[in-house]
């Protein structure tokens, strides 16, 4: 069973509205950390937002913020007046257990912002 | 600060041939991941090593992949009797603890093919 599910292949958006990218885990470890990391046409993978499971509110960086729905097993990310620059490939990925630790990655959503 | 420095950037090789990657963390992160990324398989874990424990190789997909971390610093991953299906961008990611998140930060990735 797939760890990381992101259903959607591909997000349309224009500038300046806001976007949700889904995201939905599977683990039965109690202790467990999401992220979201966005990847340019450069390759370069950007750290965006974190998650951790005992968390009791949702993660917000900046434009960013994090829709985590424990009960759901889901952790969508919210992309608020969207910029050209945020054009991008995201992956939600996830570390179980504490301490250091590999990274689960979903297969990643393509995010096309239009002026 | 430096971030994750990788070499070289790009490589082509010929089918037999044995291939290093090296990856230089950011300064005083303790924790070091390789992964892969191709088009049919998304993003993989390989290896990772935390300080002096012994390196976690489950992720590596066969006995020609190995790595090693000198010094607690630098790595190479090294591809023996290189195969056409491992073309692929290797991504190298460091880290440390930041109040309990483990966020790994990414290198620019060595595009490697094999011919």
């Known amino acids: 069973a797939q760890k990381i599910t992101q259903t959607q292949p591909g997000m349309f958006v224009q500038e300046k509205e806001a976007v949700t990218l889904d995201c939905t885990y599977d683990?039965?470890?109690?202790?467990?950390?999401l992220f979201w990391y966005k990847q340019p046409s450069s390759g370069e993978m950007i750290f965006l937002i974190y998650q951790g499971s005992y968390d009791q509110q949702n993660a917000t960086e900046g434009r960013y913020s994090l829709n985590f729905q424990k009960a759901r097993k889901s952790a969508n990310l919210v992309i608020s007046a969207s910029q050209l620059g945020d054009s991008a490939m995201y992956f939600c990925?996830?570390?179980?257990?504490?301490?250091?630790?590999?990274?689960?990655f979903g297969k990643g959503t393509m995010l096309l912002v239009s002026p | 600060g430096a971030g994750v420095s990788q070499s070289p950037s790009n490589k082509v090789t010929e089918k037999g041939k044995d291939v290093e990657l090296r990856c230089d963390p950011i300064?005083?992160?303790?924790?070091l991941y390789w992964y892969r990324q191709s088009l049919g398989q998304g993003l993989e874990f390989l290896i990772y090593f935390q300080g002096n424990s012994a390196p976690d190789k489950s992720g590596l997909p066969s006995d020609r992949f190995s790595a090693e971390r000198t010094g607690g610093s630098v790595s190479t991953l090294t591809i023996q009797r290189t195969q056409q299906e491992d073309s692929a961008v290797y991504l190298c990611?460091?880290?440390?603890?930041?109040?309990?998140?483990?966020?790994?930060?990414f290198g620019p990735g060595t595009r490697l093919t094999v011919t």
């Open positions: 990925a996830m570390r179980e257990g504490t301490g250091y630790s590999t990274l689960t």
């Open positions: 990611a460091s880290s440390r603890t930041t109040g309990g998140r483990y966020e790994q930060y």
């Open positions: 683990t039965s470890d109690p202790s467990y950390g």
């Open positions: 300064s005083g992160h303790t924790a």
